[in-house]
């Protein structure tokens, strides 16, 4: 346990580091405590999150890649609310996070968009994955939902090299990708404009710029799943919230960046 944890700050070789109040109720909602080190890296994540101006983006924030499996399912944003479920037993990897196993493994969030009262709404959204696997397949979706008419899903390379996403629309958004292990965000930021980035940097479109946008539906986000399909990359991070601007995507990415460097996962 992190002495004087409760207290705000401990004190360290160079002095004291003043954890902020989101990174103690992270750390407090871990059955198992982090090592000093770890629990520095999550207090940084946290301020640099803080400091760009994105903590507020966020509905939920899972950092899969994480020293244990329940550590790993905790929102980030909000502990205790809308902490994951791991469904039909994901592979869970220290330090990487979540895969798949391609046909019945997947982590449910809890978060369903049209009720949870978020940011997320049908004209301002994002979604967004960090994965490590380089996989081409068009059925080995990183993110969605399970309906039949599902309006969210990320796959970060599909067919003819393009990852492909759905943000509150029918239409897919495509762009060129190449290799999926990255970070990918798709965001709308209005009725018909949406946007997708790959690490930090947005992507001109193939096509599904302009998508119009669909009414929020009434189903909770998963990760490694899209309707009947199964994912099986690793995931580091997902998230999801109201829509980013290229600044704000960019302002997430470097943090995450980071801690994933300080973990060795990137």
């Known amino acids: 346990m992190i002495p004087s944890m409760m207290m705000g700050s401990v004190l360290a070789a160079g002095g004291n580091i003043v954890f902020g109040i989101e990174a103690q109720a992270i750390i407090a909602a871990m059955t198992t405590p982090p090592s000093f080190p770890r629990a520095v890296r999550i207090n940084q994540l946290v301020s640099s999150l803080k400091s760009g101006g994105v903590w507020s983006k966020f509905d939920i924030l899972y950092i899969f890649a994480a020293a244990d499996e329940q550590a790993a399912r905790i929102n980030w944003k909000n502990p205790g609310t809308f902490d994951a479920t791991a469904v039909n037993s994901p592979t869970f990897t220290v330090d990487e996070g979540f895969n798949g196993n391609g046909t019945t493994s997947e982590i449910d969030s809890g978060f369903n968009p049209s009720t949870a009262g978020g940011g997320f709404t049908q004209n301002s959204a994002h979604i967004g994955i960090w994965s490590l696997t380089d996989l ?131």
Request: glycine share 10%; charged share 10%; proline share 5%.
């Open 136 to 266: 081409a397949a068009s059925s080995h979706p990183d993110m969605g939902t399970d309906n039949a008419s599902a309006n969210i899903y990320i796959n970060s390379r599909a067919p003819a090299n393009q990852a492909a996403f759905l943000v509150n629309t029918a239409t897919n958004l495509l762009i060129p990708s190449t290799n999926s292990a990255a970070h990918f965000v798709g965001s709308r930021t209005g009725a018909t404009t949406v946007a997708g980035y790959i690490n930090g940097s947005v992507v001109t479109p193939d096509s599904g710029g302009t998508a119009a946008s669909s009414a929020l539906q009434s189903n909770t986000v998963r990760f490694a799943r899209w309707r009947t399909n199964w994912g099986e990359r690793t995931l580091a991070i997902g998230h999801a919230g109201p829509g980013l601007s290229a600044a704000e995507v960019a302002a997430m990415n470097s943090p995450f960046l980071v801690y994933l460097q300080a973990i060795g996962a990137a």
